[in-house]
């Protein structure tokens, strides 16, 4: 038979569930904003092709991935 889980567990749970989830939203945001930021420039400096939307777009990938795994890495697999 499995053993229950104490409130230890379900807590440490939790908060692995909100830091991860945090990170995720982060990731979005920055993402989000980046790809917004390239529409507007090539709204105003118009052109055939979409240049700064597919710039600012991975530039603000790589920035997010840049963030997380930085987190990731000083903060290692424990929950804060």
Do not use: C, H, Q
């Not at 118009?46 to 840049?66: C, E, K, Q, R």
């Amino acid at each position: 038979m499995k053993k229950p889980k104490n409130n230890d567990d379900k807590k440490s749970s939790l908060v692995y569930f909100a830091r991860y989830s945090g990170l995720a939203f982060e990731m979005l945001g920055i993402i989000a904003l980046g790809t917004w930021g390239g529409f507007k420039l090539d709204e105003r400096f118009s052109g055939d092709f979409p240049l700064w939307t597919l710039l600012l777009s991975l530039v603000s990938v790589f920035v997010a991935l840049y963030l997380v795994l930085k987190d990731l890495l000083r903060n290692g697999t424990k929950p804060k």
